[in-house]
């Protein structure tokens, strides 16, 4: 998994290092043998690759400054390509640090 080219481009400042909010689509793939309901996978499990990989990258100092995080997965029709939207940005809210 990797943040692409217009992600780069679209951010650019130094990493955040305040109260932050996470917004996170997953969007996996049905195979076309598959009965299940929802993908497979705990959603804290993807979550936590997402705040490594935004850490990592530096877009977020440290992902302890996560303060509210809203996160989806669901399933795209068979033979389509998955896909995961982030967005991460200041938390509205005043919060006292």
């Known amino acids: ?5 217009e992600a780069v481009e679209l ?3 130094t990493p955040i290092a305040s109260p932050s909010l996470v917004i996170v ?5 049905r195979s076309k043998a598959s009965k299940l309901i929802v ?16 850490q990592a990258r530096q877009y977020l ?3 302890k ?4 995080v809203t996160a989806k997965k669901r399933f795209l029709p068979a033979g389509t390509v998955g896909y995961t939207l982030i967005s991460l940005m200041d938390e509205p809210e005043e919060i006292d640090i």
């Open 25 to 29: 689509l997953f969007a996996i793939p």
């Open 1 to 5: 998994m990797s943040l692409g080219a």
């Open 11 to 13: 951010y650019s400042e």
């Open 39 to 54: 993908p497979v996978g705990d959603i804290d499990n993807y979550q936590k690759a997402i705040f490594d990989l935004l």
């Open 65 to 68: 400054w996560i303060t509210t």
């Open 61 to 63: 100092a440290d992902d």
